[in-house]
């Protein structure tokens, strides 16, 4: 084997003792505040409402876990090419027998569940940029070599941003230049890829957004000049979230009696702006706990990325908190105004099945980094 | 390697927690120092505007009784979308009518009947259930009719592509359905509110009609009903609150009341500007002809505003009360006017061809009017459509050849020339202007000429002017014609208001009328003869309606006066004090001002003249419509009659006059069209209708 290690041993014990644990606790923690405030953003407060549903999906989420802990990840790393063309063969696959759920076709209908492809190319993308950085006959930190994983990357976002599903496209960008970052690249290339990049934004701003999108962005950059008019429109998700969080004050108006959540005026409220539910009927207090817990799991996740011996793993765990990290950012920052919206859920507490399954895939594959020693 | 990854993971770690603060910061920023400006814009949000609509005011009769009133209630609507299922069968999809959704919602229709007989058996609720069903089946299927004819009608235009680039078409025709399939037709009328609070409740999760206490009963229901996903019970079946026009005789007076219509059918420029220069909303109502449109501004009240708070939705903050609209009073009689419709009816019916369509009676009208205040107590007219109806049937009546959408009282939709009834104003000018006095005597032989067209009904021989009105001597008018001329004919034709308006701001009155004049003979390529002026002499070639002729004869019982004509007795608000306006709203103003000075006097010797005269017609031995008197009850009329001529059809059957003879109080017009001869068809209508005045 190229990497050097020959054999891995697998002990739930070492999984769970120490950070391990300690991750899969935060997240099973935060799912579960999530599912209270789901219930709380229900507009059916029946059997039917979305709780029950996401808390089904939760259980599911779990087993799924527990049989991604149980892989070996070097497996999986060499295997990841073969990985990353299933992917992108689903991709494609979604690109002509796909369904459409919220205007794009994104989704692919397998049975009786959809399965958004968009996540499993996320998985797929930190395997194979873990192999191919990870490798280190090629490495002098050069500008050069990036071309060949910035390729790799690039493929599945061109496919999923014609779906079209920008937000899950751009989270590709923060995992790879996380990936990129970590597995040692100059500060001089970086520099050179971060002017690259801000030359890319401008362009896709006026080439590739659509009319909605580019005004979102519009908003976000004058919000505190919004006239009465945009506030209803263009504005409005942005100005509900605002006064919903405001509203909330220090310590919240209580579970199940924020106004705005109640009466319907935050709009998505069950899904993007969960935080902003939080926010109201929590207060300052909540945010800043709910804040704090997913600190603790980054950190916890960077410490263990820290202390795993073979790099593949470290570079997937580093890939994986990169996709939550930003996620969890752009998502709560869209709620004050600092990020322009983007349909980006929270990871763990926004209602969706599909996403919270591959939250804990990907949490499951960081656990069985920690709990494999290599021979 | 190991070594550069572990430094960079520091570098990440640092940055997080030293970006962790500026998103923590932005939060107590809002939450803690913007904390009171953002609560309050919360509070505001609760607020909801909403409008509050005024009761459009009720139209009575002049004695106070009820015609027209507004009453809200509950309508069903449904859709096409949810009332036919589609089934496909390879590459084609059938729709068909989605019988289970009618079946539960036929169920709870019956559930919450408001006529519930006590005492009823299983066989009779079955019988009336299956014949609700029947009927809603009905009206979906007429509904999908109407849609399929929308959809081809919104097509017609694209028609070109379908040999083109049939994908296109395929695609335009899928846009159409989509659009026509979510639409609301309306289906069922005047549910009850029981039924209403049913429906609403098991289509919808909230319910606000049920009570506190039933709460743990209504949970339980709600968890059953939200397994059947309640949406589905009565697909395609909605319900709407709306302000209906109750019409309490369906088609009395249909012309004159008018319809109503909603804004939102307009075309799109008159719609925006109604909503912007005059503040109506889309979904308001607004007349579209008759009184409904003349007194819009009266009936419409004034739409109020409130504000209601999400969380208390018992009490609410008005910022402006709604108006109520006013009421009308209309000049008209009830009875009266119920009387002559149905009579009306019956002579039209009896004076319908039955061999030939067109050459039979085709309709008739009726108008009575009080001489000096010119409130019009009967304007009738025969066919008529039910006004609730109209759109529904809009493409039969719009075909029907007996036109029961015109307004035969007032409207020139076909020229109907006045006939012998014109012979009155005609002998009332010649005597005012001395043209001749009424010792002058024609001589009638029946023809003017041997032989020819100018014929007379009867020898009459030597005649004069009082014999001539009342047997309706054509031969004494042809020399008065003739001797007139036309300028004088002219003159003598709108002194007595024929060619003008009767300032009633009738939209059907399009058209003032048609008088000849030499000019107008000369434009049209037609010399001015003798032959014309005598012809005009006896009414033929002028045009009026039988409200212009029930005027003319009102000027000439008033001796001279022409009365100012109006539908409306007073106007009031709501329950308030009556407020007595007579005819100075909303009406056309530039006609009833011309009104004012409208006299013409003519002296007491000539009036009696005419009046004795028209009272000949019924009592004099050669009176024309003499057969009529013994009919009469106690009351002396003067009348004429007039059978106008039409070439190749029956002739038009006139009756006017005025009643009672002593001191008259009363001018009527009854025209019967292609019914005759005068004093048959049109007569014993008109005499039916002043014995019932009479009896009053």
């Known amino acids: 084997m190229k990497f050097g290690y020959s054999k891995t041993q697998f002990s739930w014990k070492e999984a769970f003792h120490g950070m391990g644990g300690l991750i899969f606790i935060l997240s099973i923690l935060l799912t579960l505040i999530g599912l209270l405030f789901i219930y709380s953003a229900s507009p059916k407060r029946g059997a039917d409402n979305y709780m029950n549903r996401q808390a089904s999906w939760f259980l599911v989420s779990i087993v799924a876990f527990l049989i991604t802990v149980r892989f070996d990840y070097l497996i999986l790393v060499k295997h990841s090419y073969a990985i990353y063309l299933v992917a992108i063969l689903s991709l494609i696959a979604t690109h002509f027998l796909g369904v459409y759920r919220g205007g794009a076709k994104s989704w692919l209908k397998l049975g009786p569940m959809l399965l958004q492809t968009s996540e499993i190319m996320k998985i797929a993308i930190i395997f194979l940029l873990a192999k191919v950085l990870s490798d280190e006959t090629k490495k002098n930190g050069g500008i050069k070599e990036l071309l060949y994983p910035v390729l790799l990357t690039g493929i599945p976002m061109g496919l999923i941003v014609i779906q079209p599903d920008l937000g899950s496209s751009i989270i590709f960008v923060p995992v ?84 705005q959540n109640v009466y319907g005026l935050l709009p998505e409220r069950h899904t993007d702006f969960i935080f902003a539910v939080i926010g109201e009927e929590m207060g300052f207090v909540g945010i800043f706990l709910v804040l704090l817990l997913y600190l603790i799991l980054f950190c916890s996740m960077l410490v263990t990325s820290y202390t795993t011996l073979a790099v593949p793993g470290q570079l997937i765990i580093i890939g994986v908190m990169a996709l939550h990290l930003s996620q969890t950012i752009v998502n709560t920052a869209m709620t004050v105004g600092m990020a322009p919206i983007t349909g980006l859920p929270l990871p763990f507490m926004s209602y969706g099945g599909s996403s919270l399954l591959f939250n804990f895939i990907s949490i499951g594959m960081v656990v069985s980094v920690a709990g494999r020693k290599i021979l | 390697m190991q070594e550069m990854v572990k430094t960079r993971i520091k570098w990440i770690l640092a940055f997080m927690i030293a970006g962790f603060p500026f998103l923590i910061f932005r939060f107590f920023e809002i939450q803690y120092i913007l904390h009171e400006k953002y609560s309050d814009d919360a509070v505001r949000n609760l607020d909801r505007y909403k409008d509050v609509a005024p009761r459009r ?535 009833y001002v011309a009104n004012e000075d409208w006299k013409w006097p003519i002296s007491q010797k000539n009036w009696l003249l005419i009046k004795q005269g028209m009272a000949r017609t019924t009592e004099g031995p050669e009176g024309t419509a003499k057969e009529l008197r013994k009919k009469l009850k106690g009351v002396r009329i003067a009348c004429k009659t007039g059978t106008s001529q039409v070439k190749g059809k029956a002739d038009h059957s006139w009756f006017a006059g005025f009643f009672p003879l002593e001191e008259p109080l009363y001018a009527f017009a009854v025209l019967i069209e292609h019914g005759g001869y005068g004093a048959t068809a049109a007569g014993p209508v008109a005499i039916d209708l002043i014995n019932k005045i009479m009896q009053k």
């Open chain 1, 176 to 259: 790879a230049f996380a990936m990129i970052f970590v597995s040692g690249i100059r500060f001089k290339a970086l520099a050179i890829v971060f002017l690259i990049m801000v030359n890319l934004a401008v362009v896709v701003y006026f080439y590739g957004l659509h009319e909605y999108q580019k005004k979102r962005v519009l908003m976000f950059m004058n919000q505190d000049s919004m006239t009465r008019e945009e506030k209803r429109s263009s504005g409005y998700q942005l100005e509900q979230s605002k006064i919903a969080i405001g509203n909330g004050g220090l310590t919240g108006r209580g579970w199940g009696k924020g106004t």
């Open chain 2, 57 to 591: 005011g009720a139209i009575y009769d002049r004695n106070g009784k009820l015609l027209v009133k507004t009453s809200a209630g509950y309508a069903l609507t449904g859709n096409i979308e949810g009332l036919f299922l589609q089934i496909k069968e390879g590459d084609e999809t059938r729709e068909i009518l989605n019988e289970e959704s009618i079946n539960s919602l036929v169920n709870l229709l019956m559930e919450h009947r408001e006529n519930k007989k006590d005492k009823e058996s299983e066989e009779d609720k079955e019988n009336e259930k299956i014949a609700m069903i029947e009927e809603i089946s009905e009206k979906a299927l007429n509904i999908y009719r109407r849609v399929q004819e929308s959809i081809e009608t919104t097509l017609l235009p694209h028609k070109e592509l379908a040999i083109k680039s049939p994908s296109k078409y395929a695609l335009k025709k899928k846009d159409a359905k989509k659009d026509y399939y979510r639409r609301k037709y309306p289906i069922w009328d005047n549910i009850s509110a029981q039924a209403a609070q049913a429906f609403f409740c098991n289509k919808s999760y909230f319910c606000p009609y049920q009570e506190d206490k039933n709460k743990e009963e209504k949970y339980k229901n709600q968890e059953e009903k939200d397994k059947k996903n309640f949406k589905d019970i009565y697909p395609g079946f909605h319900l709407e609150f709306t302000i209906k026009r109750n019409y309490l005789y369906p088609d009395l007076a249909c012309h004159l009341i008018g319809r109503l219509g909603l804004v939102e059918n307009f075309p799109e420029e008159i719609r925006d500007s109604l909503i912007k220069n005059k503040g109506y909303s889309v979904r308001d109502m607004i007349g579209l002809s008759g009184i409904e449109r003349i007194f819009e501004d009266a009936l419409r009240g004034k739409r109020g505003c409130k504000v209601q708070s999400r969380e208390d939705k018992e009490n609410s903050l008005y910022l402006e009360k709604s108006i109520d609209g006013e009421n009308i009073y209309l000049s008209i009689d009830k009875d009266l006017q119920e009387f002559a419709e149905k009579s009306l009816d019956q002579t039209v019916e009896k004076y319908k061809s039955k061999e030939e369509k067109d050459k039979g009676a085709v309709g008739g009208a009726a108008v009575v009017l009080n001489i000096y205040t010119g409130e019009i107590l009967v304007m009738a007219s025969s066919p008529r459509y039910e006004i609730e109806k109209y759109s529904e049937n809009y493409k039969d009546l719009k075909d029907d050849p007996y036109f029961p959408l015109v307004n035969r009282a007032i409207s020139f939709y076909y020229p109907i020339p006045p006939g012998s009834v014109f012979k009155v104003p005609v002998a009332a000018y010649v005597l005012q202007n001395g043209i001749i006095d009424e010792n002058r005597c024609f001589v009638c032989n029946k023809y003017m000429y041997e032989r020819g067209r100018f014929a007379c009904t009867h020898i009459h021989g030597k005649i004069d002017l009082v014999h001539a009105i009342s047997g309706s001597c054509n031969i004494f008018f042809y020399h008065l014609g003739e001797m007139m001329g036309p300028e004088r004919l002219e003159e003598c034709a709108y002194l007595f208001g024929f060619g003008t308006k009767s300032g009633l701001g009738f939209g059907s009155e399009e058209s003032p009328g048609f008088i000849p004049t030499p000019a107008r003979s000369a434009s049209q390529g037609e010399h001015w003869g003798d032959g014309k002026s005598r012809m005009f002499g006896i009414g033929q070639l002028i045009n009026a309606t039988p409200l212009q002729v029930a005027r003319s004869m009102a000027m000439i019982a008033n001796i001279g006066i022409m009365p100012k004509l109006c539908l409306v007795k007073k106007q009031n608000q709501g329950s308030g004090d009556d407020q007595i306006l007579v005819a100075q709203k909303g009406i056309a103003k530039e006609a």
